[in-house]
């Protein structure tokens, strides 16, 4: 439960942050051109309002709605989600958006976009400034990957270390990774101290939205950090620094042993055969370079009494810092990418197995740790709010970007789209978002319970 509220939390305050942003950036363009905004509204507020306020010689109300769906700026003069038409049949006046050039309201609806642009840049550009760039090289992987079930139907073993995508080198391993990967034909992987190669089929980024696991993950050498006195382990003259590298035999890393050792003593739970004894383990360690076994009899809990090195500590993770002036650039083609990547990604939504990855608040809240972490929380504003500049430049009507193209199209054509066509236009993506969110959320729900 105190993880889902952590989570719920950090879900909120992004998206409040987000919406506030979004909406801002309408709200100072109209005000640029002496445009009235009647309301600024955080969250949605239809039937009744938490909070509002006034202030005197203001034409502007700001309040808090009760439905966390987004947010709003009432426009005057523009035909959005309040559907105002009484207003839309009165006679143009001076400061209403209607009134304006089309290159002013052009500007007035994509500068919601552009903050939110604009913010993931900045955002990116801090993190880069308080915490640097670190990562793990894939190409320097002690001992390669694990990967899922996919990967290995499609050729790659445990243990391969990534080198190149279509000749292209791999660097690190996060999201574009796997597109490079997913859009390749041929990875290079080294397997076993000799390249080889990994046919990619067309339909591999397909295959890998069916699963529940993710492509692949660093297998953690088993660094023995310190040994429990007169345990197993010490009995046995294992030390500190030995690398386990096989459990009877079998070449496993660090959480394939705890994996096995797991089985063992579900195994044991179920066997009435006292003659089968399976704690007794051989374990391989290198000690140097040179390879020594020892067998031993591991505990009542399955352990032999050992804690494992961190990952930062036998891992080659590369930190890059930054100086204030130097995270900018850094932090604007970090954001770039970013927004390429997801751009990219965006060609699978239209799939059958896209259409079920589609996720609602759930899958949103997902994405955030369930312990507060300012790092992880940052990172995950900055996408969501390329995210949220993205789907807002769709030319789909009751986005911004549906508003962009009948501006364009009045540029062009050098004549407006009645106020009738708007407001069907209006109603039409309306009733497509509220679809899609429904949609969203639905497969969030199918997803929980199966």
């Given at each position: 439960?105190e993880?889902?509220?952590i989570r ?9 942050l987000l ?15 002496k445009?009235r ?23 502007t ?6 439905l ?12 959005d989600?309040s ?32 903050f939110?642009?604009?913010?993931a ?16 090289r ?8 694990t ?5 290995k ?14 000749g292209?080198?791999?660097?690190r391993?996060?999201?574009q990774i796997i597109?490079k990967?997913?859009?390749?034909r ?5 397997r ?9 089929p ?10 529940s ?17 007169n345990?197993?382990a ?6 500190k ?15 394939e ?9 579900q195994?044991?739970?179920?066997l009435?055969n ?24 591991a ?8 804690n ?33 990547g997801?751009v ?23 994405i955030?740790p369930?312990?507060?972490?300012w ?12 995210i949220?500049a ?19 199209y009045?540029?062009?054509a ?11 236009a ?25």
């Amino acid at each position: 439960m105190e993880t889902f509220l952590i989570r719920g939390l950090q879900l909120i305050m992004s998206l409040s942050l987000l919406v506030v942003i979004h909406e801002g950036g309408h709200f100072l363009f109209a005000r640029l051109f002496k445009i009235r905004v009647e309301k600024f509204c955080l969250f949605f507020d239809p039937w009744f309002t938490l909070f509002k306020f006034k202030p005197k010689k203001s034409d502007t109300e700001y309040a808090i709605g009760w439905l966390p769906l987004g947010g709003y700026v009432k426009i005057s003069g523009m035909i959005d989600e309040s559907m105002d038409k009484e207003q839309m049949q009165q006679p143009v006046k001076p400061y209403e958006f209607r009134a304006k050039p089309a290159w002013q309201r052009l500007l007035v609806m994509v500068g919601g976009v552009l903050f939110n642009f604009i913010t993931a840049l900045f955002i990116y550009s801090m993190i880069l400034y308080a915490w640097g760039d670190e990562y793990i090289r894939v190409d320097e992987a002690p001992i390669g990957m694990t990967f899922n079930q996919t990967a290995k139907n499609v050729g790659f073993k445990d243990g391969d270390i990534l080198l190149a995508a279509d000749g292209v080198k791999l660097e690190r391993y996060d999201g574009q990774i796997i597109t490079k990967i997913v859009d390749a034909r041929v990875v290079t992987v080294r397997r076993e101290g000799k390249d080889a190669v990994v046919y990619i089929p067309e339909d591999m980024m397909q295959r890998l939205m069916t699963d529940s696991v993710k492509f692949a993950s660093f297998r953690l050498p088993f660094v023995i950090d310190s040994v429990m006195v007169n345990s197993p382990a010490a009995q046995a003259g294992l030390m500190k620094g030995d690398n386990i590298v096989a459990l009877d035999g079998i070449p496993v890393s660090y959480f394939e042993f705890v994996d096995a050792m797991n089985k063992r003593q579900q195994k044991r739970l179920g066997l009435n055969n006292d003659s089968i004894d399976l704690h007794q383990v051989a374990i391989t360690y290198l000690r140097g370079d040179v390879e020594h076994t020892s067998i031993m009899r591991a505990d009542t809990a399955f352990k032999i009494g050992v804690n494992p090195c961190t990952p930062a500590q036998i891992m080659p993770f590369v930190t890059q810092e930054f100086g204030f002036f130097e995270s900018f650039p850094a932090g604007a083609k970090l954001g770039v990418q970013t927004l390429k990547g997801y751009v990219n990604n965006m060609k699978y939504v239209f799939s059958k197995e896209g259409a079920k990855q589609i996720g609602g608040f759930g899958t949103l809240g997902s994405i955030f740790p369930g312990t507060w972490d300012w790092h992880t929380f940052w990172y995950m504003t900055a996408f969501l709010s390329i995210i949220l500049a993205f789907m807002n430049i769709l030319p789909i009507p009751a986005l911004d970007g549906g508003h962009v193209l009948f501006l364009l199209y009045e540029i062009i054509a050098r004549r407006k789209p009645s106020d009738k066509f708007m407001e069907y236009a209006q109603m039409t993506g309306m009733l497509l978002l509220f679809g899609l969110l429904i949609w969203a959320n639905f497969n969030d729900v199918l997803r929980f319970f199966f």
